[in-house]
């Protein structure tokens, strides 16, 4: 059950962060006729910036794609066109380095498990310093993302510490004890 209370949480996540590019999209479209009540900037609760616990704010995407990290672009040719996208969402650790023509070059925010943080983690050079604009979000179990105690949470820590300049934030632990418990969807 919590199994899938966590996938569930993880695809809303990802939900999110294809609105924030659909808005993105349709605002720029029709400003002349945009209605007064869309956001120019998106706050986000749940989605804390490590250290400080600061919200996710921000303009929502022009445009955007989506690369899954199963090899299901492989031979696709589709990197150029991926690059120009405002927005560019990857999976867990998926490599881009040796497949630019397929997958691209960019990463503007990745989602990762915490199951793959110590992936993440082997290769802190390459996530953290040459990747200045990913913005990582990353997802686990309270016990792993506790701010005292996670081993995952401390872990991020550390690297954060090496790489000041890192945009990494994790799901609040209010957030996924809401989408355990049952509640469903924010």
Not at 31 to 45: A, D, I, K, N
Not at 56 to 62: A, I
Request: charge should be positive; glycine fraction near 8%; proline fraction near 5%.
């Amino acid at each position: 059950m919590k199994i899938l209370a966590r996938v569930c949480a993880a695809s809303l996540l990802l939900c999110a962060i294809l609105w924030l590019c659909w808005m993105r999209a349709n605002v720029k479209e029709h400003e002349e006729s945009r209605p007064s009540y869309l956001p120019h900037t998106l706050q986000l609760w749940g989605y804390s910036r490590l250290p400080d616990g600061e919200a996710l704010v921000r303009n929502p995407c022009k445009t955007c794609a989506v690369v899954s990290s199963s090899g299901q672009m492989l031979g696709s040719g589709l990197g150029p066109q991926i690059d120009q996208a405002e927005c560019v969402l990857r999976m867990n650790t998926a490599p881009t380095v040796g497949y630019e023509s397929d997958v691209g070059s960019r990463s503007t925010l990745r989602v990762v498990s915490h199951t793959s943080v110590p992936l993440l983690l082997r290769n802190q050079t390459y996530f953290f310093q040459q990747a200045h604009e990913t913005m990582y979000v990353i997802w686990g179990p309270p016990r792993q993302m506790d701010i005292d105690q996670g081993i995952t949470y401390r872990a991020l820590l550390q690297a954060k510490g090496r790489y000041p300049g890192g945009d990494v934030r994790y799901l609040s632990e209010h957030w996924l004890v809401h989408n355990d418990s049952g509640h469903g969807a924010m």
